[in-house]
């Protein structure tokens, strides 16, 4: 398991039982600005695993502020960020940019919100061009509106391995891989 999972896993923003509405699983990312050596870890993984040079702009959804702030510092690109308003993403997006910027979106996670794909949306209807996406954490593969696809951490894997070095029960791990894939 990577350290960045066991890092999640120890601070309990991954969090396994029975939550609402009988799921599984609970993802408590919105406590990230909490453990600055969680942000920093993330922002140096993301940083590793893509060429950043490719990127004028980082763009995220409200809830990811703190690892894309994190990615920004440790970049030093600028950051763009929506504030996730019905308004006209003019008004919304909140940061310098232009027309032609070539964009990273970065966000924690990609689970249960269409959050990431309005964004694409708003970065383009202003002209920002969206090339890529990168989430913290992932649960699902492919391509986002013919955008590249960048995770740094599987949500099946990390329940697998969570498995394998006992942290969670075998019963509860394959509880929980069976929702993510039925879901």
Known sequence: MSELADLLLDAGLVQFGWFEDGVPLRLALHLLPSYPDILQ???????????????????????????????SLHSGIPLVYSQNSEEAPVYDLVGAYDVGHPVLIVATSFSGSSAVEALIQKGRRVGLEVEAVVLMLDDSAGVVQGVERFSLLDLLSLVKKAVERGRIPAGQGNIVLEWLTVK
């Open 41 to 71: 870890n993330a922002a140096a993984q993301a940083a590793q695993q893509l060429d950043l040079t490719r990127f004028d702009r980082l763009l995220c959804p409200v809830d990811s502020l703190p690892f894309a702030l994190a990615l």
